[in-house]
């Protein structure tokens, strides 16, 4: 069955609930072959996520979420470009998910590259340019910080779609952070 929050605070609630279960290491056992088969009739997802690709990060998992549930949209340092942001519009516009989380996370390797000012190749720049601006000189934990909260104003600069949604009352945007030793997640702002 689709939970169904009714505004961003119940849905934040229903994530930070599963968060808490998540660090005790007590996960929901979800029969997934029944979800599947009543998934086949559509999604109807309750939170929009915009993480790391990073393979230690699974908002499913850590939220402990079933399968239909969180639209994830990814990107190495929690960045976005067009793409991203489109996929966030489609989440937010579209499935009408009630909160979009900016999840940032402890010890990013994007973030920590970018920090160091290291020569980036192929497409990586491109990534750096985002996080640069943020940049608190010898701080990779602040810089996160600061990283994940203007790719929040970012998202909201951009996106008329997303602006209109937050100023009629119908998407919280959330910026948050990962803690990998205990695995729990925190609200910035
Ligand atoms: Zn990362």
Redesign the pocket.
Known sequence: MNRNPKDGEEALSLLLDGNRKFMAGKLTQYDLAARRRELLAGQHPFATVLC?S?SRIDPVKIFDANLGEIFTVES??NVVDDIAIGSIEYGTGHLHTPILVVLA?EK???VTTCCAGAVCTGHLPSIMKRIEPSVVKGDVEASTDASAKSTKKCIIDNSEEVRNLVLEGKLRVVVAKYCLESGEVKILE
Do not use: R, V
Request: aromatic share 0%; net charge negative.
């Open positions: 790391c990073d190495a340092g996370h990013c390797g994007a």
